[in-house]
Structures are given as C-alpha cells and as structure tokens.
C-alpha cells in the first residue's frame, strides 16, 4: 500500500467526499424515520380524542338520566303532600324503572333516610355526615356529585348525585340523592375498549377513581393526585399528554376532558408501544438501507485507492532510478562537507599541520581560540612558541605528545590541554600532525575547588558526615571524630542513627525521617553517645543531594557540640528568671507567671488571689546580727512558704525582704485564708540562724482576680496597699484589699505632693507646749511641736501628715526647718532655756545627722549646744545597729542633750539608757495612777542621773502623784497647751 504524500492526499479528498454521501444518506433516512413516528403519534393522539369524547358523551348520558330521575321525584315530591307515606308511595311505584344503574333515596332534612326506591333496608339510618347531604344545606344548590365511595348498606362502589327538595313556600323538606353504581360505569367502559392496550378512566377533581376499564376493582377509588393527567387538566380542562399509568406503570398517549359543569375528569389511554413496534421496523429497514449504501461507498472507495496506489507505484519506481544515480553524487559531493561540519562543531581545536608547521586544515574552533594564524609561530605568541617547541620535535619524532600549556585570551588565565598524533605514509614516515586542542580552564577550577572543599572537609570545626539514601555512613571528617570519639573506619557502613543516645523516643526519630523525605532538610537539636559513653548534646542540620531524577542520592550532616553553650544558656536565664538566693522565681519571673496566670484564670472564668508578703523585725536580724545570717534567714522563709502553697501556686521573692504567692485556679474562697493563716503561722515561729535564734512574723495583703483588678499592675499595686494597712495595724496579720485602701493611697499621694510645696509656701508652723520644773513651779523647759497650716484642710497635726513625711522622704527637709526654727526660738529665751526638738526615727535610719550643720546655727544665734534637747523614740533604741549607735554618739559630742520619748511604752532596756548616756526620760501617764512603780523608775533614773519629765498631766491628782514619787518635769494640758513662740515669751516674762 503506497505511504506517499499524493496518496495521503487523494485518501483523505476520498474519505471525506464518501463521509459526507454517508452522513447526507443518513440525514435522508432519520427524517423519513422521524415524519413517519409523528404521523403515528399524530394519529394515536386523534383517535384517544374522539375516543374520550365518546366516552364523555356516554358518562354525560348516564348523569343526565339520573339527574332527570332527581328533578322528575323533587317536583313530585314538592307538589305532592309531604309525608313519608306519600315519599316511600312515590319512590316504590318507579323503583323498578332505573333499573340497575342507579337506584333513589330520600333523606329527611336531619340527615336520616325514609324511603328507597330499592328494596334495601336504609330507613332510619343517618347519612349526615356525607358530603352529598352537607352540599344541598344551603339554599340554592343545583346537582351535586359526591366523592366515589362505598355504599353503607348495599356495600356497592357509588358515585352519588344529590339534589335539594323544596316545598312551594321555599322550606327545606330534605335531599333526593341517586347512588349510581360505578360497576356499571366500568362495564360500559370495558365493553367500550377498542383494543386491550386502550385504558377508559373517570375520576373526581378531588383526585379519586370513580370507574377504570381494565382493573376496576383495584383501582376504585384511588388517589391519583400526582399522576401526569391530574396536574394536567389542572391548567387545561381539555387536552392530550404522553404520560406513564400509575396503575400499570405503562407508557401511554392519553387523552382527557372534564365534563362540563360537573367534577368529573374522563381520560383514554391508549399505548404506544404499537407505535414502538412500528418505529423499531421502520428503523431495521432503514439500517439495512444504511448499511448497503455504506457498502457501497466502502467498495467505492478501496477501489479508487488502488487504482491511484498502482498507478503511483509505477512512477515512484521511475523516480527511485533517477534518485540513486543522483544520490551517489550527493554522497560523495558532500562527504567532505560532513567531515567539515563535524570538525566545525566539535567543542575542542582541530588542525593538521604539515611539517613545515603550517596548517593545511583548521576547523572554525581554531579560528576562535588562536585567530587566522596560518602556521603555528604565527598562531602564538613567542614564549608560548618556544615553550611548544620541545613537544612539537617530539611528535614529529613519531610519538604522540600530550602536554598542558598555559596561556591569556581576552584578559583571562586559560589553559589548554594539547595533544600532537603524527600521520604516517606507507612507509612510517611522518608526513604531518593531527593536532587537538581543548580549554580545560573550567574543569582546571573545578578541580581547584574540590581541592578548597576537601581542605574545608578535612579542617572544619563542625562535625561532617555523608550518609547513603538510607542513612548509612559513607565518609566523616576529622571532627566528627574529635567530637564523636570514634574513627572513621569504627563507623563507615555503620547506620548514622547508632550515633544516637536514648534521650529521644522513636517516634522523635520518625518525624525527623518523615522531615528528611518530605522537604529534603532538617534542623533540630539532638542528644549523641560519645564511644565513651558520655551524652552530649549537638546542633545538628540535614540536607539531601539529589540525583538528576530528583531522586534522594546523599544526605549531608553538619553538627556542633553544644553541651557546654546549652549549660551556659540554661544558667543565664536562671539568674535572670531566679533569685539566687533563694531560688525562687525572681521580679521579672514573676510578673511573666502573673500575666500568664491572669490569661489562663480569664478564659477558665476561675478567681485568682496575689499575696503580698513582707518581714516584719527582718531589718533588726539584719543590722544585729549581720546580713549572712540575714540571708540563712530569707532561705528560711522561702522554704517555709514553699511548704504552705499548692504545687500549682507560684513562690516569688521581688528583692529584699517582699515575697508574693500567686494562687491560682481557685475553686474554694476559704483556700486563701487557710493558706495565708499557715504562712503567718509558719513565719511567726522561732527560726534557727546557725546558733542564733531570730523570731519575726509577715503583714500580709490580698488582692482577687477579678474583683481588685483585671492585670498585674492592678493586682500588685492593691495587694501591696493591703499589706501596708495590715503592718499599719500591728503587724503578724492578714489585710484583703478594699476600695478605701485605693482613696487612702491616693489620699497619701495628694498630701505627700501638697506636703512638697507646703515648706515652700510656708504653711508649717512650730508651736511650743511649757515644761514646768515641779518643785518650782517655773517654765524652764517648752516641746517644739509642728503644725500644718493646710489651705483646706486646716491645721493639721502631726500624727496626720508626719507619717507620709517619712514615706515620700520629705521629713529631712521638715526636720531641718524644725531644728532651725527651734534654734532661732531658743535664741530669744535665753541660755537657761531648753527648748525639745522631736527626731525622726527615719532620720537616723536613713541620713546622716547634720550636727556639724546645727552647731553652725547655734554658733549664729550665740546658743549654747546645752539649750537644745533632741527626743528620739525608745523603738529607735531597740533597732539600735552600727549607724543608729554612730549618729547618737555625734549628738553627745556636739554637747547636745538627749531626751529618750514614751519610756516604759515599749519593751524597755536599761542597758540602752547607760549606753546612750540620756539626759532625759519622758515618764509615759499609763504609769501615772501607780506611784509605787513611779518612785521605782524615777529613782533608777535618778541613780543614772538622768532627769524625769511626766507627760500628758491633765489634773492635780496625778500631779500629786508624780510629785510624791519624785518626778522633776511636768508637761501637759494642766501646765498649758501648745502656744506660739511669742506667747510663751510673754509667758517666760511674766
């Protein structure tokens, strides 16, 4: 069979000519076969028409007569007397005349029968309750067809018709109704049946079968509501659908009509599976038709390939003589040119030099490497040359010669890789040389660089190690096994996981290997075995060398020890998240776990509690004893709070002697106050400091999530207020925030800024309160007391604003202008005058004395140090360390007088007051109603030299008192109250 081009082309005109005269054939036969099923149709679709008219004529007909029975008895009815004599003469008499289609009945107007024309027993029987009585209650109803149903007597399949019944005046005398029996509609329907496949049915607009020929019996009666024909005449009384029986589940043609001005539907079907039957022989013949015609055209078409294949045959067989004599000429007029194209394209410098070193053949390579020289001292310059030349004598010698030579072509090192081939005569001598030349310069460095990268290999500080696809260990650097403690040869062939230690699990090692293969990466921290047995930690990265199939070919691992940078990192965020002394969680700890706790309390809809702690006595364990066993102490206290607290509450220690508990996920309220109670318990008990014993106790406060506060700042701000009110009180208890904690802070706040500028604006005032010398009666002495003149408060006294003073600072300032105020008083009274100056107990905690500073006033004012009594309280003696000891002993060197304040208040000592050297001690009043123990301490304190001042005498009773046990001073409201400066100096003079 001929595969030319010509032929190709005459095949497909071929084809698609003959595709077309078979495709205009079969468009010729499907429409004959497409008109032919139309008119069959068509035809169906008439005859099922006039069929259903028949049929509607026939149902009309029965209707009619029974509905002339109705009007024939109401009439007679109306006329006639009404009595159920007359009713049941009438019907009797006529009864005989329907005959079997239908029969009458008379129902009086309570619904109840009373006559018949059938001999049936339905008098008395109440038939209210059907649709064919209800219809004809209302006035003016003309026939009514009621729905098919079963008769309650005769047990009959019925379709009643009912009319009202009238006397002449218009009264409702009751409702004439004719049953008419369905069977005898099926009958006449299946005598009417042209052919089995034809269906006659009657049914209710309600959608129920009133008769059906064929298979009456089962389909009386039916619901019908979704066949085709019901949703049809909805739209269109009348009409003609192709439609699937719901009966038989036949497919049928149906022709249906409603009869006029009644609820009756009449439909015909008749099958069209003759109309089938027809079309499947139509459609044969037609197909063998196709098939001849495409036989045919097959025929037509093999014959006209192989006429027009012969034909060529003969013509190709001519050209094929021509095409060999004319393709040894091409052959050999080209084979040259093919020499030459190959040499042209081959990637490397080909020549043939003769052997006066000219070259007789170059290929376009040469040109493009050395230029047009035409012999070889032409083609390079002359180092290169002589360089050549040693080589070139050999090959014409007759040895083939290969040699490396450097040279520079366009500004770049390059280097060549030249081979010389002597070509031989006939008789071995060397006519000439086949000369190669290729640039190696490319493959020169790479090999520099495998160089480099093997140097990088075997000298890298990292541990390296090549693996297989499968994780078998090919080659390891030196510091693979530095780090490792293995050699090479102790694990190449090895599996690289063996390195591993046992700190991973294998589901670890699955997710890594599942990494590896799905991204061809992987980086991650891992714990190895050193041969030593030792588990060291490694930073280890994977990555996968591919073949050129995207296969996985070899798995490169870098990896470092950082055992070492791990520990170091890990004791780093120790000492930043930890206090390293008690090491519990730190300040910065401890506000991330507060956050944290507040976040997970928030959305766990849990209440959470923040407990501020804070050492009472802590301070004198620290001056009295030292600050190491300051901190054995707060180790102490860190373990026994730890002891008190749940496992999920957190410890923390913020600096100095301050600890908090955060106690979260709170599902009692009384836990709080049962753990802060065990805290405060456990805090007050005695503490063994080496060999020293130290007893203090904690003010504890209280703040709620979310009552006190919604963040941290909040919550510590209010626990911390708790816990100064709780100190406030007495110290060794527990306070819970309130809000009038919250207007007393800020109360303090605005009164510490208002105090700032209160020396400023000279609001303070100094008054003085007389000490009279009992024996004598006369003022020697006077207290200098502060007042603050506030600008809306009034006159404010110490105990108010004092307090805040020492807090914020200011009382140095305060405590200055006290003593120079005082000074300058004292300057007016005289050297005989003593005048009391209050000290501050912070003053000496926290400044230096300025007695250096006071000397120079009293140097001013011409006063004698002897006429200022500094008081300090008998609590600053008690605290009494290094600083305390060193700033009283400045005052008793400045030749200032001391006068120790509410002796006897606290826990007395009477070696401070030989210590301190005091000059004077202030007898507290508690002590004043018991003169016994009056006498016993003003003569100790006589015995010590040391003056006894009674404060607060308010009445002569306890003067008396005092003045028997020996007292020297009186001070208080019975003398006078505190005064200015200008009235106790008219006091003095008079």
């Not at 230096?848 to 009293?858: I, N």
Request: proline residues 3%.
């Amino acid at each position: 069979m001929s595969t030319t081009d010509a032929y190709r082309r005459f095949r497909r005109r071929l084809l698609v000519t003959m595709t077309m005269l078979a495709l205009l054939a079969t468009a010729v036969v499907a429409w004959q076969l497409a008109s032919s099923a139309r008119d069959r149709e068509q035809a169906i679709r008439q005859q099922t028409q006039h069929y259903a008219r028949a049929i509607e004529a026939q149902v009309l007909s029965s209707i009619q007569l029974s509905d002339i029975a109705l009007l024939g008895f109401a009439n007679a009815i109306k006329v006639a007397p009404y009595t159920p004599q007359t009713i049941d003469g009438l019907l009797s008499s006529r009864g005989a005349s329907f005959g079997n289609s239908f029969w009458i009945t008379f129902l009086d107007p309570k619904g109840f029968a009373t006559a018949s024309s059938r001999d049936i027993a339905v008098k008395g029987i109440n038939y209210a309750d059907r649709d064919y009585f209800r219809a004809q209650l209302k006035p003016g109803t003309e026939l009514f067809v009621g729905e098919p149903t079963y008769g309650r007597i005769s047990k009959s399949r019925l379709l009643f018709l009912s009319r009202r019944v009238e006397d002449a005046e218009g009264k409702f005398l009751g409702v004439i109704v004719a049953p008419v029996d369905a069977s005898r509609l099926a009958e006449t329907f299946e005598n009417s049946r042209l052919s089995d496949d034809v269906t006659v049915t009657l049914f209710h607009t309600n959608g129920h079968i009133v008769a059906r020929a064929p298979l009456f019996s089962e389909t009386f009666n039916r619901d019908i509501h979704d066949s085709n024909v019901y949703k049809a005449f909805g739209s269109n009384p009348i009409g003609t659908i192709e439609t699937v029986s719901p009966i038989d589940k036949k497919s049928r043609i149906a022709s249906y009509r409603k009869l006029p001005n009644l609820p009756l539907v009449v439909t015909v079907g008749s099958s069209n599976v003759g109309l089938a039957l027809i079309s499947q022989r139509q459609l044969l013949i037609a197909g063998i038709a196709l098939f001849l015609i495409f036989t045919l055209i097959v025929a037509a078409i093999i014959y006209a390939l192989r006429s027009f294949a012969a034909a060529e045959d003969r013509e190709i067989r001519y050209r094929a003589l021509y095409a060999t004599s004319m393709e040894t000429e091409k052959k050999l007029a080209s084979s040259e040119q093919r020499l030459r194209l190959i040499a042209d394209n081959l990637p490397i410098v080909i020549a043939y030099m003769d052997r006066d070193e000219h070259y007789s053949f170059k290929n376009r390579r040469f040109a493009e490497t050395y230029g047009s020289g035409e012999s070889l001292q032409q083609a390079l310059p002359p180092d290169l040359y002589a360089e050549t030349m040693p080589h070139l004598e050999r090959a014409f010698a007759g040895e083939t010669v290969h040699f490396e030579r450097g040279m520079k072509r366009k500004d770049q090192e390059c280097c060549d890789a030249i081979t010389y081939v002597p070509d031989r005569d006939e008789q071995g001598k060397v006519l000439g040389l086949f000369v190669m030349a290729e640039d190696i310069s490319e493959r020169k460095r790479h090999e520099e660089t495998s160089k480099l990268a093997t140097l990088m290999y075997e000298n890298a500080s990292e541990g390296m190690m090549v693996t297989d696809a499968e994780g078998r260990i090919l080659s390891v650097n030196p510091a693979f096994s530095q780090i490792s403690g293995y050699a090479p040869e102790e694990v190449i062939g090895h599996l690289a996981y063996e390195l591993t230690s046992s700190h991973q699990d294998i589901k670890f090692y699955s997710r890594m290997r599942q990494t590896i293969t799905d991204t061809g990466y992987w980086e991650g921290e891992i714990w190895h075995q050193h041969k030593n047995g030792d588990h060291y930690l490694v930073s280890l990265r994977f990555n996968t060398v591919f073949d050129n199939k995207g296969n996985p070919l070899r798995h490169v691992a870098l990896f470092t020890d950082i055992t070492k940078k791990k520990a170091s990192e890990e004791a780093i965020w120790k000492q930043a998240n930890f206090d390293t002394l008690t090491s519990l969680p730190n300040r910065r700890m401890f506000n991330d776990r507060l956050r944290q706790d507040i976040k997970k309390a928030a959305r766990d809809h849990l209440p959470m509690a923040l407990i501020f702690i804070d050492l009472d006595g802590f301070k004198t364990v620290n001056d009295t004893l030292g600050h190491d066993f300051g901190d054995v102490l707060l180790k102490q206290v860190a373990e026994r709070l730890m002891q008190c607290v749940r496992n999920t509450d957190t410890v923390a220690r913020l600096g100095g002697d301050e600890f908090t508990v955060i106690l979260s996920e709170l599902k009692e309220p009384g836990d709080v106050v049962r753990i802060v109670q065990e805290i405060l318990h456990s805090l007050a008990r005695p503490f063994q400091l080496k060999h020293e014993i130290a007893d203090i106790s904690g003010s504890v406060g209280i703040s709620l999530f979310p009552d006190d506060g919604d963040d941290a700042e909040v919550l510590i701000k209010n626990a911390d207020q708790a816990m100064y009110l709780a100190k406030q009180q007495g110290r060794n208890r527990f306070n819970y925030f309130a809000p009038f904690m919250q207007e007393a802070s800020q109360m303090r706040i605005e009164l510490a800024n208002e105090l700032r500028s209160a020396l400023k604006n000279n609001e303070l005032r100094l008054l003085f309160q007389p000490i009279s010398n009992l024996a004598t009666g006369k003022v020697e002495m006077a207290e200098a007391l502060i007042r603050w003149e506030h600008p809306q408060r009034g006159l404010l006294k110490p105990a108010e604003f004092i307090g805040v003073a020492e807090n914020t600072g200011v009382i140095a300032a305060i405590g200055e202008w006290v003593f120079q105020e005082a000074a300058a008083m004292a300057a007016r009274f005289g050297n005989e005058f003593k005048v009391c100056v209050n000290k501050s107990a912070w003053q000496f905690r926290h400044e230096a004395v300025g007695v250096e500073h006071w000397l120079e006033l009293l140097r001013e004012q011409a006063l004698s140090p002897c006429s200022m009594v500094i008081e300090v309280t008998e609590g600053l003696l008690l605290e009494a360390n290094r600083e305390v000891v060193h700033r009283m002993q400045s005052l008793r060197d400045a030749k200032l007088q001391i006068s120790l304040d509410d002796f006897g208040y606290g826990y007395s000592s009477l070696n401070f007051l030989k210590r301190f050297k005091i000059d004077f001690l202030k007898l507290d009043t508690s002590f004043s109603d018991n003169q016994l123990l009056c006498e016993a301490i003003v003569t100790m304190a006589h015995k010590l030299d040391i003056k006894v001042i009674a404060e607060k005498i308010e009445n002569n009773a306890q003067m008396e008192i005092l003045m028997a046990a020996g007292c020297d001073f009186g001070q208080g409201y019975l003398f006078g109250e505190p005064i200015s400066a200008e009235k106790l100096h008219r006091l003095l003079i008079s």
